[in-house]
Structures are given as C-alpha cells and as structure tokens.
C-alpha cells in the first residue's frame, strides 16, 4: 500500500465559507472513490498550539494509484482552493504493508 498525508496550516483569515468551500471539495474527492480509503479532518484540539489545522490521509494499492489521484481533477480543485488559504502544506508518501 501506498499512504499519502498531507498536513496543513490555514491562513489566520480563512474564512467558514472557504472552510466549507474546502470541505465540499474534499466530499466530491472521496466520492470520486480514487483511494482505498481517504480520511480528512480539522485538528481535534488534542496536544499543543503547534498543531496543523486539518490533515488528509488516503491510502492507495500502487503507485500508480496515487499518480491517478495526484492528476485528477478533483484533486487539482483541493489544492487550487488550498493554494489560496493556506500557509503551509506538507505531504509525505510511504509505503505500508
């Protein structure tokens, strides 16, 4: 399996409506059933004030998998809107039994 997460950090200014912008985006990319499973959520409040504000986790088969995702247009619409309200985003991809 291949596991990709991305982290990432709003601009102070977002506002509820881009929230819910970014959260709409997200539903039509797991409807778009492209990964094996795919988890998003804004932080929880556990820990310390050095927590990101929301993170995504989306499991794939292959690699070519992922490659699909990465390109598609749903996915290209998360990270246009993401582009404009947040101030950091990381990703990592690692392979999992």
Do not use: C, W
């Not at 970014?22 to 050095?50: E, K, M, P, W």
């Not at 995504?56 to 992922?66: I, K, Q, S, Y």
Request: a negative charge; proline letters at 2%; aromatic letters at 6%.
């Amino acid at each position: 399996m291949i596991n990709h997460v991305a982290i990432v950090r709003l601009r102070p200014d977002v506002t509820d409506e881009q929230r819910a912008d970014l959260s709409a985006r997200v539903d039509a990319l797991v409807a778009a059933q492209l990964a094996t499973t795919l988890h998003f959520g804004y932080d929880a409040g556990i820990g310390n004030r050095t927590n990101a504000d929301l993170a995504l986790v989306a499991r794939f088969p292959d690699r070519e998998g992922l490659g699909a995702y990465l390109v598609h247009d749903r996915h290209k619409e998360v990270i246009s809107l993401l582009g404009a309200i947040a101030s950091d985003i990381s990703a990592v991809q690692f392979v999992s039994g």
